[in-house]
């Protein structure tokens, strides 16, 4: 398997590291065995739900990280953490990071191509149905910085919800993350501005859909309207770190057409891909 180096730029006697994440809901990446916390459209052969399709939906989705070429991708919508292991495994990295609850239909995970020196789970309380926050500090060229990967309660939920998913996210990055934090994955928030999540947060991040004009800011089709619930959030003491930092408009949507509809709208799971977009951006790693 080849695996792709991280990039080392030098400029006179300064040298850069770069590196890009990513963030992908992969969209129901089951596979064909019954475990009992499915749900009941990937109960197999009971809805059609088979080894095939199954293997048809992990092919397509190691498709789509191959593609996104990234040293570090959180994802959600994963049943578990075998299937993680084995898109590590095809992808050529060597680290990952699984959390899910007990009796939960999916969870979350990292795969890594940096070392990934600490990672928890974050369960939220009476929420044992929904998805924990998964925290992982990871090591790249000497740099420890912290993610938080997210899946909020979808929109069919109250409100509360998420806003109680926002307090807990802001606790824990105040509480147990380092200074240089990313916070992403699927928000399932569609105005970012009138969020809990950004009452909670405030101006202590950065929301990198800014770097995108307005029209460009989707990656998920909701009730026929364009929106972004997924995202990327740097802290502000990321964006003011002199060794570590964001490369200025790196941020992007990764729309190749091939896993677009014929109306541009993502194909969704049972067409073998996802109804949501990847996410991705890139950094450097200022070195003497």
Excluded at 137 to 151: D, M, P, R
Aim: hydrophobic share 40%; proline share 3%; with cysteine.
């Amino acid at each position: 398997m080849k695996i792709l180096l991280p990039v080392i730029l030098c400029a006179f006697s300064l040298c850069a590291e770069e590196f890009c994440m990513a963030a992908y809901n992969v969209e129901n990446l089951f596979d064909a065995k019954k475990d009992g916390t499915e749900y009941k459209e990937f109960i197999p052969s009971k809805y059609g739900w088979s080894e095939e399709e199954a293997e048809n939906k992990f092919k397509n989705t190691l498709r789509v990280l191959k593609d996104l070429k990234s040293e570090v991708i959180a994802l959600q919508e994963i049943e578990n953490e075998d299937l993680l292991k084995r898109l590590k495994n095809e992808l050529g990295f060597k680290y990952h990071a699984f959390g899910k609850n007990k009796n939960a239909a999916v969870g979350l995970g990292i795969v890594s191509k940096y070392e990934i020196v600490k990672a928890q789970n974050f369960s939220l309380k009476g929420y044992e149905r929904f998805r924990p926050i998964l925290h992982a500090k990871i090591k790249a060229g000497g740099e420890i910085f912290s993610i938080f990967v997210n899946h909020f309660p979808s929109l069919n939920n109250p409100n509360y919800m998420r806003e109680a998913y926002a307090n807990a996210l802001a606790h824990h990055m105040k509480n147990g993350g380092e200074k240089k934090s990313m916070l992403l994955g699927d928000f399932n928030i569609i105005d970012y501005e009138n969020s809990p999540l950004k009452e909670v947060l405030g101006d202590g991040v950065y929301d990198l859909w800014n770097e995108l004009p307005k029209k460009s800011r989707w990656n998920y089709v909701y009730k026929t309207e364009r929106n972004a619930l997924d995202r990327i959030l740097l802290s502000k003491s990321l964006l003011e770190d002199a060794k570590f930092r964001y490369v200025k408009k790196s941020f992007s949507v990764f729309k190749e057409k091939y896993l677009l509809d014929s109306k541009n709208a993502p194909k969704g799971n049972f067409r073998g891909f996802s109804d949501h977009l990847p996410l991705k951006a890139c950094f450097e790693i200022i070195q003497d």
